[in-house]
């Protein structure tokens, strides 16, 4: 099984708690605010363990975006979700390892070291020497901080210095907002990135005639057969509606100039009636989608969409 980096260091997160119930954690210790994150199954709980200004930014989240991050949070719920179950070591080999059942048998996927502990005063970190089946040995930084009496996380780092997760800021919470309306607005997007694609592909194709008139001539006959400029074959017939709606957004073309050098518009609002700060979206031969929250068409002076 191949994990993202993301997912990396949740599994890390949790097997650095873990690894600590061997050793008998200490109330009011780095490690015990570890292991009080991934045995919980309540998000107060962990929000005990987290930085006071990101809890404070989670708290002030509307309800349904409050309980995407109550969600997100809970780390350990997650994981065993995923089917991975820590183990204590005996030997002291390793502080945790990680199991996966299968029908074959268990296999381990992953053993968790402490290389290194630092404590000084409220700060603390941890080094752990990570050696997994699926993605090789690494090491990674946990950064604490002791504030209102409790250890909280504000930072992990893998040891390169590559990627990490920053906890002790109100952006971590702000991704979140409108969790609702981001479900909806990704296959738009995503909508808006096939586009752009079938139409450059098709002023590839046809550079003569450059971009077309309509959605239509991007998709394929009923007849089948070899492109032509009126049915290139790119999308599927469904584009071909004027019109073309889809995961509950109106998509609008236009054809703003032909030939070689040619240029198109695409806009897309919400097809319901939505609430306010519902994006609107606009893209062009630039292939740069940018969106709108206030009630109109969005244009190519609106800021661009942030790509993940």
């Not at 991934?38 to 962990?46: A, I, M, W």
């Not at 584009?239 to 509950?248: E, I, K, R, T």
Request: with cysteine; hydrophobic share 40%.
């Amino acid at each position: 099984m191949t994990y993202t980096r993301r997912a990396i260091f949740q599994v890390l997160f949790i097997a650095v708690a873990a690894g600590y119930v061997a050793q008998a954690a200490v109330d009011g210790t780095p490690e015990q605010a570890l292991l009080d994150i991934v045995t919980t199954s309540k998000p107060e709980v962990v929000e005990d363990h987290l930085p006071v200004v990101t809890v404070d930014a989670i708290r002030h989240l509307a309800a349904p975006d409050r309980q995407a991050a109550e969600k997100a949070i809970l780390i350990g719920e997650k994981l065993r979700e995923q089917g991975l179950q820590p183990r204590s070591v005996d030997d002291g080999s390793a502080l945790v390892e990680f199991w996966r059942k299968g029908a074959e048998g268990d296999s381990l996927e992953m053993s968790v070291k402490i290389a290194r502990e630092i404590v000084s005063g409220g700060d603390a970190l941890l080094e752990l020497s990570v050696d997994g089946a699926h993605h090789g040995s690494q090491k990674v930084l946990a950064w604490m901080r002791l504030e209102e009496g409790e250890w909280r996380i504000s930072e992990l780092q893998r040891g390169d210095y590559y990627d990490g997760i920053v906890l002790d800021t109100p952006a971590f919470a702000e991704q979140f907002r409108r969790s609702q309306e981001k479900d909806a607005e990704g296959p738009a997007l995503a909508t808006l990135h096939t586009i752009n694609t079938a139409l450059v592909t098709y002023a590839a194709i046809f550079p003569d005639i450059g971009f077309p008139s309509d959605l239509a001539a991007l998709t394929s006959s009923e007849e089948g057969g070899d492109p032509t400029p009126e049915r290139a074959g790119i999308l599927s017939a469904d584009f071909a509606a004027q019109p073309y709606v889809s995961a509950g957004y109106v998509f609008v073309y236009q054809l703003l100039a032909g030939g070689q050098g040619g240029s198109y518009s695409i806009v897309a609002r919400p097809a319901a009636p939505e609430p306010s700060g519902a994006a609107r979206f606009y893209t062009d031969e630039s292939c740069v989608i940018r969106s709108t929250g206030e009630d109109r068409d969005p244009t190519a002076d609106d800021d661009p969409v942030e790509q993940p």
